[in-house]
T-cell receptor, first 115, second 116 residues
Framework: AQKVTQAQTEISVVEKEDVTLDCVYE???????LFWYKQPPSGELVFLIR??????QNEISGRYSWNFQKSTSSFNFTITASQVVDSAVYFC????????????FGKGTHLIIQP | DAGVIQSPRHEVTEMGQEVTLRCKPI?????LFWYRQTMMRGLELLIY????????DSGMPEDRFSAKMPNASFSTLKIQPSEPRDSAVYFC??????????????FGPGTRLTVL
């Protein structure tokens, strides 16, 4: 079983600021996967990224970047030069190895980008 | 390509009534998941199927909840009798066969259930 903690309930920043969303996970599995999903006001869940426990390389996709550190059990998400369209609830999630297991989600961080 | 299809999108019912939520996974996917989202508990896994067989139903809250997957293209989540605390958004997700690494789960748009 996994546990995912997103300590930041809500973050509000002004447009163009950088913002980092924190995610801390707990697991006893040696093989596991970590995810970030975005839930805009319309309500759908949008997949952003998946990382497996053997790949600690950071990843950058446009304005988005992810920092995975096994030493601190963290998988943080940074948005550079934030935009109003980034306003959403962001969820971090985890699952164990095996490939067809359900996801354990954190409580989510509500990100508000003010114009 | 059609994504995961859920119906109805919105359901309003009265306490004590039976509610049936439906899900059509993406063609070719062999894993199906039901999640529930509430303000209090967040997103939680209720049950998931692999090749139409229930694998883990430990997240199903009570005996009032039941789920079936009679074939690879259809699943139902039934609540009988419904209670106001069942009000939530119910998401269905599917994923393709495992091919050496974890596969992404594709989520449907959700069904917003309100029990009065």
């Amino acid at each position: 079983a996994q546990k995912v903690t997103q300590a930041q309930t809500e973050i509000s920043v002004v447009e163009k600021e950088d913002v980092t969303l924190d995610c801390v996970y707990e697991t006893r599995d040696t093989t596991y996967y970590l995810f970030w999903y975005k839930q805009p006001p319309s309500g759908e869940l949008v997949f952003l990224i998946r990382r497996n426990s053997f790949d600690e390389q950071n990843e950058i996709s446009g304005r988005y970047s992810w920092n995975f550190q096994k030493s601190t059990s963290s998988f943080n998400f940074t948005i550079t030069a934030s935009q109003v369209v980034d306003s959403a609830v962001y969820f971090c999630a985890a699952c164990s190895g095996g490939g067809a297991d359900g996801l354990t989600f954190g409580k989510g961080t509500h990100l508000i980008i003010q114009p | 390509d059609a994504g995961v299809i859920q119906s109805p999108r919105h359901e309003v019912t009265e306490m004590g009534q039976e509610v049936t939520l439906r899900c059509k996974p993406i063609s070719g996917h062999n894993s199906l998941f039901w999640y529930r989202q509430t303000m209090m508990r967040g997103l939680e896994l209720l049950i998931y199927f692999n090749n139409n067989v229930p694998i883990d139903d430990s997240g199903m809250p009570e005996d009032r909840f039941s789920a079936k997957m009679p074939n690879a293209s259809f699943s139902t989540l039934k609540i009988q009798p419904s209670e106001p605390r069942d009000s939530a958004v119910y998401f269905c997700a599917s994923s393709p066969p495992v091919g050496g690494s974890y596969n992404e789960q594709f989520f449907g748009p959700g069904t917003r259930l309100t029990v009065l």
